[in-house]
């Protein structure tokens, strides 16, 4: 019998041929690889993502309809009304603003329109209005619809599937051990329960992380297996971006070399999701955008983030065009 000594030639064997997913002390071993193998340990992401997801990249547009003024207390957000930031709270976009925003997301080639509220959770008036604007969308640009509207109670998430959203969108952020260190006004375990809510009334989970906190390696690896158990369709990786006002302005952004590994690292954790470049990706990969694509990341949201400026569509399609890398909408085979 042949024994494979090579962290990553072990790993190579566990993902492509026997097609299991990896495990938290190899996980770790892994990430203590020199930087110097950091090109093979992209390498062997990309192959996976291939492998396991093929070869599409998913486009995205993301509108935030209802900005700021949050009661939560996440201390990286802008939006948190508990910090003094340079983001105002404003009242709920109307129809017509945000169908002009789909048609324009809808030109881009996006599959997937995303409506996200800054609020700890959907009030009545809010889920009617979600409710009324997710079949405008839909048949107005044959997008599918995402919504991230925040921790959902009772039966909100059987009318948001039975109201025609597709994904709904809930992060966990960090691991379990880190979260106390980022938010007081809600637990991990609110966050959870919602993820494993979305799931059971039957819409596609989209469950994002962000990177850069001051979490350890160690809780980044907790972090990746959490997210084996929920088993998640998508999940938007965002790094850090320091926002003056917040707790975490003080923090530095991940450098470029970290954040490609740990997109490598995500990837090999969770071979068969739509792994999304999120926020923070300019301020901590400049120009190496295309490095991620060809480390694992298979998804990109295009446009405006919520708060801060990304690139403009253009710049990533003509990426993805360089790349060869076709766009279409994706689903994760766990
Ligand atoms: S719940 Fe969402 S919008 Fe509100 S402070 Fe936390 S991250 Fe920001």
């Not at 938290?24 to 071993?29: F, G, K």
């Not at 979305?198 to 979490?215: I, N, P, Q, S, T």
């Not at 076709?326 to 689903?331: D, E, H, K, N, S």
Request: net charge negative.
């Amino acid at each position: 019998m042949t024994v494979v000594t090579d962290p990553l030639a072990a790993a190579r064997h566990a993902l492509l041929d026997q097609r299991r997913l990896l495990g938290p002390a190899e996980l770790t071993t892994l990430a203590e690889l020199p930087e110097t193998r950091l090109p093979e340990l992209c390498q062997l992401a990309h192959d996976v993502r291939l492998a396991w997801a093929g070869p599409q990249v998913e486009v995205e547009g993301i509108l935030s309809v209802k900005t700021g003024g949050c009661p939560e207390d996440c201390h990286f957000c802008s939006q948190s009304s508990a910090f003094d930031t340079e983001v105002k709270a404003t009242p709920f976009l109307d129809t017509t603003e945000v169908l002009e925003a789909a048609r324009e997301t809808k030109a881009t080639g996006a599959t997937e329109f995303c409506i996200v509220l800054a609020v700890r959770g959907p009030d009545e008036k809010t889920m009617d209005r979600i409710l009324e604007l997710v079949p405008l969308i839909e048949s107005d640009t044959g997008m599918n619809v995402a919504v991230s509207a925040g921790i959902l109670e009772g039966d909100q998430a059987s009318r948001l599937a039975a109201g025609g959203v597709h994904r709904y969108n809930h992060n966990l952020e960090t691991s379990r051990s880190f979260f106390p260190n980022v938010a007081t006004t809600h637990s991990w375990d609110e966050r959870w329960e919602t993820c494993l809510d979305v799931k059971r009334a039957g819409m596609e989970l989209c469950c994002g992380v962000l990177l850069g906190m001051g979490e350890s390696d160690a809780q980044r690896i907790e972090l990746i297996g959490q997210l084996q158990e929920l088993q998640p369709q998508e999940v938007p990786l965002n790094f850090l971006n320091p926002r003056p006002g917040t707790p975490l302005q003080i923090r530095r952004p991940v450098g470029a070399n970290e954040a490609l590994k740990w997109i490598a690292l995500f990837r090999l954790g969770l071979p068969p999701v739509i792994l999304r470049y999120a926020g923070g990706r300019e301020i901590t990969l400049g120009d190496l955008q295309a490095a991620g694509l060809t480390a694992g990341i298979n998804a990109l949201i295009v446009g405006n983030y919520l708060t801060t400026l990304g690139r403009t569509a253009d710049e990533d399609l003509d990426m993805l065009a360089e790349l060869a890398m076709p766009v279409g909408a994706l689903q994760a085979a766990w």
